[in-house]
């Protein structure tokens, strides 16, 4: 399809400018009308009047960061942008604002490009009669499958308004539970970069200069003490080999890249994070809140069960946690209970499993299920802090240790001279 650049005139007058798909120049028009712009010129790309494609370039320019960007079906942005606009539509909704004007409100306060261009489309699309998910479709990269299957939910239902404020719920809890784990990790992974780091310099600057100093004054080896000649002894087989240990580096990062893309290498890892010593428990709980989370939520959003279990293994984010999901699916679609597959995964703990199985026989089963989730994000929470307080102390005295052995090593050599010099004084 045809490309048109345009000059337009927005409901403020203030001159905008960019490019959009159509059929031919009226058709592109329209579509300019429809997103209540006025156009001043409109010229396809590549044919035409060349001044105008000129013109509109030079205004497009002299507007940047201030025209939305066309956002097409492989546009993304971050989740706390989706996040904040839900929070924002649910509100005005629940307000009693409809959905159109809601949608229109936002795409002209909505200060990232992109977001603002999906917006301003989504409401272009609901004013000429689709469905809101229908339009939520079209940006897969920005709206998940549990996002649209939610909303339409809600449309069906009559009840958008509260699915909304759900899904507002649902991203905020996923997103703080998502930074606590971050800040978890992060810790002790820029502690061994700082501890990697200074052991490299002190090997590669500080060690050798050391070692000549030793020639100087003491001439012999021999002399040396055996914690000071491993120390030299690995410094230079550091410096001799420093090329290949950065290739070495490489190609195990590549392997592992590799290794982690195959089906059977990416449950070995997911497998491995759920065991990791004071890291899988954390892993574990994370899987157990995510999982609960979803499924509560898009059950009691009205969801059908099998739907929903297929919109959460795909949301899982650990392939154990997934096939786990893809076997409760498999039960419940022969209307067995879900507690089966549950145990025999070895992922959820006895009190889970019981709390499910109490929810299936009470008919409670998504508000059991939500219950499970706030549990376990407090559970998360608890142990992050705890990971943290144990990491810190363990952390630091291995950074003690790695640069205590080399100083002591160093300077060992260093108290022999002084005292023999006292000696011979």
Do not use: C
């Not at 960019?18 to 329209?30: F, M, P, T, W, Y």
């Amino acid at each position: 399809m045809p490309k048109f650049l345009y000059i337009a005139l927005d409901q403020n007058g203030q001159e905008v400018t960019g490019e959009l798909d159509a059929a031919n120049e009226a058709e592109a028009v329209n579509l300019l009308r429809q997103s209540q712009l006025y156009p001043t010129q409109v010229a396809q790309e590549g044919r035409g009047d060349a001044a105008v494609k000129k013109a509109a370039k030079t205004t497009a320019a002299k507007s940047k960061g201030k025209t939305a960007v066309k956002a097409g079906a492989n546009a993304k942005v971050k989740p706390k942008t989706l996040m904040i606009f839900t929070r924002q539509l649910a509100t005005l909704i629940d307000s009693g604002l409809p959905l159109l004007r809601g949608l229109t409100v936002l795409s002209r306060q909505e200060p990232n490009p992109v977001m603002k261009s999906t917006v301003s489309t989504i409401a272009d699309n609901v004013q000429t009669g689709s469905t809101f998910s229908e339009t939520l479709s079209q940006y897969p990269k920005i709206f998940n499958k549990l996002y649209i299957n939610m909303v339409k939910a809600g449309e069906l239902g009559g009840v958008l308004e509260i699915v909304l404020n759900r899904l507002a719920e649902y991203q905020e809890k996923a997103q703080k539970l998502k930074n606590k784990v971050v800040a978890a990790m992060v810790y002790p992974i820029i502690v061994m970069f700082i501890a990697l780091a200074i052991m490299v310099f002190l090997m590669l600057v500080i060690v050798p200069r050391f070692e000549k100093i030793f020639e100087d004054m003491l001439g012999d080896k021999n002399k040396l003490p055996e914690l000071t000649k491993w120390v030299i002894g690995f410094s230079r087989w550091m410096g001799d080999n420093v090329l290949w240990l950065g290739l070495g580096i490489v190609v195990v990062v590549v392997v592992w890249k590799m290794f982690a893309s195959t089906p059977g290498g990416r449950r070995s890892i997911d497998s491995m994070k759920l065991k990791l010593p004071l890291f899988g428990d954390v892993q574990r709980k994370t899987a157990i809140s995510r999982f609960t989370r979803t499924l509560g939520t898009l059950v009691t959003s009205g969801v059908p069960i099998l739907q929903a279990l297929n919109i959460t293994r795909e949301t899982a984010g650990n392939t154990v946690v997934s096939e786990a999901i893809t076997k409760v699916h498999d039960a419940v679609k022969e209307g067995e209970s879900m507690v089966g597959p549950l145990e025999a995964s070895n992922v959820f703990p006895p009190m889970v499993i019981s709390m499910v199985d109490v929810g299936e026989e009470t008919g409670q089963l998504p508000e059991m299920l939500l219950k499970i989730a706030d549990v376990y994000e407090d559970e998360v929470d608890n142990s992050v802090s705890a990971l943290t307080s144990m990491l810190e102390p363990l952390m630091i005295v291995l950074l003690a240790l790695v640069v205590g052995v080399i100083v002591m090593a160093l300077f060992l050599p260093l108290i022999e001279v002084i005292k023999g010099l006292s000696a011979g004084g």
